[in-house]
C-alpha cells in the first residue's frame, strides 16, 4: 500500500507533544467562546426578562388604576392571608 510505510515508524515525542497542544489549544479556545455566548446570552436574556416585568408591571397597575382599584391596598389586604403563620 502506498503512504503506509512510514505508519510503522511512529510519531516522535516532540511531535506527539504539539499535537497534545494543539488539542489543548483548540479545547481552551472552544471553551472560551463557549463561556462568552452564555454569559452575552444571559446577559441580554436578563435585560429583556426586567423589562418585560417592569412593562408588565405598569400595565397591570395602569389597567387597574383605570378600573378604580387600588393595587396597594388590595396587596396590603392579601399578604396577611398568603402568609404563614
Given amino acids: 500500500m502506498r503512504g ?6 511512529g510519531i516522535s515525542i516532540k511531535e506527539g507533544a504539539f499535537w497534545v497542544l ?8 472552544y471553551t472560551l467562546l463557549d463561556v462568552a455566548v ?18 408588565t ?7 387597574t388604576a383605570h378600573a378604580g382599584y ?8 392579601i399578604l396577611p392571608v398568603l402568609k404563614k403563620p
Wanted: net charge negative; proline share 0%; with cysteine.
Fill in 38 to 55: 452564555q454569559t452575552l446570552s444571559a446577559m441580554i436574556c436578563g435585560i429583556v426578562l426586567g423589562l418585560l416585568y417592569i412593562r
Fill in 70 to 77: 387600588n393595587m396597594i391596598s388590595y396587596f396590603t389586604t
Fill in 22 to 29: 494543539v488539542w489543548f489549544g483548540v479545547m481552551l479556545l
Fill in 57 to 63: 408591571g405598569s400595565i397591570i397597575c395602569c389597567i
Fill in 4 to 9: 503506509t510505510e512510514n505508519m510503522d515508524d
